[in-house]
């Protein structure tokens, strides 16, 4: 497999929330022109603000691809309303909740999009008041801070499962690995926390023990005094939730100090094949990533993966089929509502993707829509149905090292996990 993983970032603290406020406030007096009008135009205008850089950097590039690859089956599709056409902004949100909420606050008052696509866990929560105010829905495709839960449905969507299911997920794979205790180390921000408490939670309701929850803070050149907690736990396994560069020096560190690859268990952050390179093929071998995972062997994604490899000359990386599938509910949501305007796309997209006549692609669904049927939009990545929050299931995968590289080694079904709740 390629790259790319899911959704980090420091959490909301209090200098956030005030700038989320202060901006809210500007868009109150400056009105809510742009995509909130009831008139917006025939620009369907997608707004790609998603990590280029920053602990997330490396996984921009194929949501990026996976957007352009959904909007070029939009555009080729020739079931767009008469006189629409499409149009793309992209920035990067540098895994930083002041830069995202900033990007995302000139995209809906200059820019005038009809939606935002991207953000990772702590700039789309932050997003929330400026989404209400300037009526312009949000999704993303690889938040899942249980943050979320409080915020999204409205004008905040995600086509990814929630960090409650991935605990859900590891807790499953420790117990089928028999493990009996683990050390649980995670990085001091808002996702890697609540990815950390789900796993000891559902570990301990399994019959597992917890020895020792370590919380470090990232920045720093070493991270000595984590290791020598996490190694003198005597535990069977250490699971490690953090970002791409702090936890690469943690796990040379555990090498160094004589951890085994195959006792320790990665957050989804870390299935990247920087990690494998920044910590040595030999002794990344057995080492375990699980994450939220299409099932590869669904059409929907099968025919994705085709696409990508032809257009980009790699196999797509995780969360291509998440990032896919945002793109296209959002476009099916404006043919729904046969408008461009943000508030539209954000009541529409439940409406297009929990019941009616099942379809599979922008093509077929925005042909049903025009013959005057509901659809339930099945897409690359899944069943896309958004409960109450604008969460939907999704399936697991355990990936493991081997001749360095990292590849599937189990698969949990999004039935078999359900939603975390």
């Not at 117990?175 to 649980?184: M, N, P, R, S, Y």
């Amino acid at each position: 497999m390629n790259n790319h993983g899911k959704r980090r970032t420091a959490a909301v603290g209090v200098g956030a929330l005030a700038l989320a406020s202060m901006m809210s406030a500007c868009a109150s007096a400056n009105g809510t022109a742009g995509a909130s009008d009831k008139d917006c135009g025939t620009d369907l205008k997608f707004g790609v603000l998603t990590a280029f850089t920053g602990e997330l950097g490396e996984f921009g590039e194929v949501s990026q691809n996976s957007f352009k690859l959904a909007i070029n089956d939009v555009n080729a599709s020739g079931e767009l309303p008469e006189g629409w056409k499409t149009s793309t902004v992209v920035s990067d949100e540098k895994t930083d909740i002041q830069v995202g909420l900033r990007a995302a606050t000139d995209m809906m008052q200059k820019d005038k999009v009809s939606v935002i696509l991207g953000p990772s866990s702590g700039p789309i929560v932050a997003m929330d008041s400026v989404a209400t105010r300037y009526k312009v829905p949000i999704i993303s495709q690889f938040a899942g801070t249980t943050n979320f839960d409080a915020v999204g449905g409205t004008y905040l969507f995600r086509t990814v499962a929630s960090d409650a299911s991935d605990g859900e997920a590891i807790a499953q794979y420790l117990t089928d690995e028999g493990k009996k205790d683990i050390v649980i180390v995670v990085q001091n921000d808002q996702s890697t926390i609540t990815a950390g408490q789900k796993a000891e939670e559902n570990f301990t309701k399994s019959g597992g023990k917890v020895v020792k929850t370590i919380k470090y803070n990232p920045g720093q050149a070493s991270y000595q005094s984590v290791v020598q907690q996490a190694t003198g736990a005597k535990a069977d396994a250490v699971y490690l939730a953090g970002g791409q560069e702090s936890a690469t020096t943690i796990l040379k560190e555990m090498r160094d100090a004589g951890v085994h690859g195959k006792d320790v268990i990665v957050s989804a952050d870390l299935v990247v094949n920087d990690v494998i390179t920044g910590v040595g093929k030999d002794w990344a071998d057995g080492l375990t990533g699980v994450t939220a995972k299409a099932d590869a062997k669904r059409p929907q994604a099968k025919a994705l993966s085709a696409a990508y490899e032809k257009e980009y000359g790699e196999a797509p990386g995780i969360f291509a089929e998440n990032a896919y599938d945002a793109l296209t509910l959002a476009a099916l949501a404006a043919v729904a509502g046969d408008s461009t305007c943000g508030e539209s796309i954000a009541e529409n997209l439940p409406k297009v993707s929990s019941s009616g006549k099942k379809v599979t692609s922008f093509k077929e669904g925005a042909a049903a829509l025009k013959a005057g049927e509901d659809i339930d939009y099945d897409g690359a990545s899944g069943p896309v149905d958004f409960d109450e929050t604008g969460t939907v299931p999704g399936s697991y995968a355990v990936f493991q090292v081997a001749d360095g590289k990292w590849t599937v080694d189990k698969f949990y079904k999004a039935e078999a996990i359900g939603k975390g709740k």
